[in-house]
């Protein structure tokens, strides 16, 4: 079964406006991330929050945490166009410390409308 | 300190040929990692390496399948017999000891 689901699948909003995915896992796990992918193109690692962590914040971005809904939301905050991508979470559930096998989610897929 | 590099960027082979996809890990990391991305999917997990050991397949299918991190050298997915459902973009990751990853660019590979 899928540790990672997001929602929404695809958003769509106006630049300028603020975009909101969530996403919701299963086990325990040691940190949760965020990425963003450009079509056809790698991953870009965007945040990073622990598991005793409940908020964090990196510029435009502010990611939420809370392990006992075993869910996260990434707030994209006056979104621009570049910002178009699909964007998503990836969990950590092995062992203790930050390790790179991660499991993710299908992702959401946002369009920034100029 | 260049980026986990990955080639090729892109592989075509046609049904039964082999591929091979190298990734060369960040300077001084010793933990690599592999993932598949089928198209408008999320990335899943194949399998965790470390300097001539393989720590971790649970997510590499059984057959055609293997993967290497010799002493020297890049790591190696290798895809014997390759099926139109191994299209994807296979990406690579690397870390040091208890830390994150960073992924490669990717190797987009197409069987015709």
């Known amino acids: 079964s899928q540790q990672g689901e997001e929602d929404p699948q695809a958003l769509s909003i106006q630049e300028g406006e603020n975009a909101t995915m969530n996403c919701s896992y299963k086990?325990?796990?040691?940190?949760l991330q965020w990425y963003r992918q450009n079509s056809g193109r790698g991953l870009v690692h965007l945040i990073l929050i622990r598991s005793n962590e409940r908020e964090k914040h990196s510029g435009r971005l502010r990611v939420t945490l809370d392990t006992s809904k075993k869910s996260s939301s990434l707030l994209i905050t006056a979104s621009r166009a570049a910002d178009t991508a699909s964007y998503f979470c990836a969990t950590d559930v092995r062992g203790s410390g930050n390790t790179g096998k991660l499991i993710f989610g299908q992702g959401t897929t946002l369009q920034v409308k100029p | 300190n260049a980026g986990v590099m990955q080639n090729p960027r892109h592989l075509v082979r046609r049904r039964g040929q082999e591929a091979r996809l190298r990734c060369s890990p960040m300077?001084?990391?010793?933990?690599v990692y592999w993932y598949r991305q089928l198209p408008e999917e999320g990335l899943k997990f194949m399998v965790y390496?470390?300097?001539?050991?393989?720590?971790?397949e649970s997510g590499m299918p059984k057959e055609r399948f293997s993967a290497e991190f010799p002493k020297e050298g890049p790591s190696i997915l290798r895809i014997q017999q390759v099926v139109r459902g191994d299209s994807a973009a296979y990406f690579c990751?690397?870390?040091?000891?208890?830390?994150?990853?960073?992924f490669g660019q990717g190797t987009r590979l197409t069987v015709v």
């Open positions: 300077k001084g990391h010793s933990h």
């Open positions: 990751a690397s870390s040091p000891l208890d830390s994150q990853a960073f």
């Open positions: 086990t325990s796990i040691n940190n």
């Open positions: 390496l470390q300097k001539e050991n393989i720590i971790d």
